[in-house]
């Protein structure tokens, strides 16, 4: 099998020759070229044509968040964000995901060998992941558009009929790529939505912006899971903390409750510790959902969801960025239904939907 192609891009000239070395570390991976500004690195793109390129968000000339606008736009290929995760940082890593930007890597605090020997396999290991993704070509006034239509589907939907929840409580498990797609489902949600955990593996920093971007696209409140946070109807509750895992005590009148353990199965938040949590608490009251994502977290979860009556529902493979944790749900028989997001929206909602009986 091929090497996968890869093009760095720093106005760094250290930065470039570290990123380098440490993605070469990785027999999978060969770095192609290493540019210093957009410029450089469009005539390199064209000559190279790499699989992947990683793209520093601060440049001189034209800046990286650009670039990515203006690849996405144009011809869209898998791109790498890396940047310093200052809150400045975070509204503009946030902005790049939006883009269609895979995923974005945090720059090591200090720019020396060894601590970019630390991050060689996450990084090499999410390169990797990028090169299999599923990247679309971003459209401004389609996007736009989108939007402007969610937000009146949800004045329709509020003004039309009033939600009656029945007691569910709905789990939402993401990680690469999963960021718009956890905006773009919620936008159905209405107002009095069932209690919703959203398990979105950001890097740290980014929880609280992603947040306020949720809470900004939907008409549910948005907050950010704390130890002790009650579930209550009308809430979406983002559980993000890279240092901790969450789950849920009992339901209902459940609480979330945030852990410090040990990473599962690598991952912290772990999305099998949530999902097994809520499988135990909530049994058939529990909703269980995979949206892009890579790795294998989540696929032992969603089988106790199903086991305890539960349902299960993954983001199809035609619609996802990174269709890996999905895959490995179904390939353990743990996914009842791999569905587009529109369509994912409707079935959950209409799960944890109080049926009126017929007369």
């Not at 203006?70 to 883009?99: F, H």
């Not at 060894?114 to 971003?138: N, P, R």
């Not at 009146?152 to 498990?173: F, H, I, M, R």
């Amino acid at each position: 099998m091929a090497a996968i192609k890869v093009l760095v891009v720093d106005d760094s000239i250290t930065m470039r020759a570290l990123f380098s070395n440490a993605l070469e570390q990785s027999s999978d991976l060969m770095v192609v070229g290493a540019a210093a500004n957009a410029d450089e690195a469009r005539e390199m793109i064209e000559e190279l044509k790499p699989d992947v390129v990683t793209l520093d968000i601060e440049m001189p000339g034209m800046n990286g968040i650009d670039f990515l606008h203006e690849i996405m736009t144009t011809k869209p290929m898998p791109i790498v964000m890396l940047s310093t995760l200052t809150q400045k940082g975070a509204e503009v890593t946030l902005k790049a995901l939006e883009l269609g930007a895979v995923d974005c890597f945090p720059k090591p605090t200090k720019a020396t060998p060894d601590e970019f020997a630390k991050i060689s396999g996450k990084l090499c290991k999410l390169v990797a992941t990028a090169a299999k993704s599923k990247v679309k070509k971003y459209d401004p006034e389609a996007a736009a558009t989108a939007a402007a239509k969610a937000a009146e589907d949800q004045s329709t939907l509020n003004a039309a009929k009033p939600y009656k929840w029945n007691g569910s409580v709905v789990a939402l498990c993401a990680s690469t790529g999963g960021g718009p797609a956890v905006i773009e489902l919620l936008s159905a949600w209405p107002v009095n939505c069932p209690p919703t955990i959203v398990l979105q593996q950001l890097e740290e920093g980014l929880a609280a912006p992603f947040a306020a971007r949720l809470n900004e696209a939907i008409a549910p409140e948005v907050k950010l899971a704390e130890d002790g946070t009650m579930l209550q109807p009308g809430h979406v509750y983002v559980l993000s903390a890279p240092d901790k895992h969450g789950l849920i005590d009992r339901w209902p009148g459940g609480a979330i409750r945030l852990v410090a353990r040990d990473p599962v199965n690598g991952m912290r938040p772990s999305a099998d510790l949530l999902l097994t949590t809520v499988a135990k608490a909530a049994r058939d009251k529990a909703v269980g959902v995979i949206l892009s994502g890579a790795g294998t977290d989540g696929a032992a979860g969603m089988g106790a969801v199903k086991q305890l009556g539960g349902l299960t529902l993954c983001q199809d493979k035609e619609s996802a960025m990174v269709f890996e944790a999905s895959a490995a749900a179904i390939a353990k028989g743990a996914v009842e239904a791999q569905l587009s997001i529109p369509d994912l929206a409707k079935v959950i909602l209409a799960r944890c939907e109080e049926r009126e009986l017929a007369a």
